[in-house]
């Protein structure tokens, strides 16, 4: 699932755009896991927004795989590398 706000390192593409990166990596949940998967692009930028939305669809599947989505780390420093560190997005 994803909005589109961070493909491949380009930036924000938009839903649309990202449909298709997204279809690949569904078929390398099928290829690599034999885990039927398909892409789900959500055109919303407001974070609130998504993760409504995402917390809506969530019922109707066994796992959600989110990628592509832009994170905000807001600190000063020190702080916001620590942040960094505790969400393991290094």
Do not use: H, R, T, Y
Request: hydrophobic content about 50%; aromatic content about 6%; overall charge negative.
């Amino acid at each position: 699932m994803s909005n589109g706000s961070a493909v491949l390192g380009l930036g924000n593409l938009g839903a649309s755009a990202s449909l298709p990166v997204m279809e690949g990596k569904a078929v390398l949940f099928k290829e690599f896991a034999d885990v039927d998967a398909f892409p789900i692009c959500l055109d919303e930028s407001d974070p609130d927004k998504l993760v409504e939305n995402i917390k809506k669809l969530a019922p109707i599947f066994g796992s959600i795989n989110l990628e592509d989505i832009k994170v905000v780390v807001n600190g000063a420093g020190a702080a916001g590398a620590s942040i960094i560190k505790l969400l393991n997005f290094e």
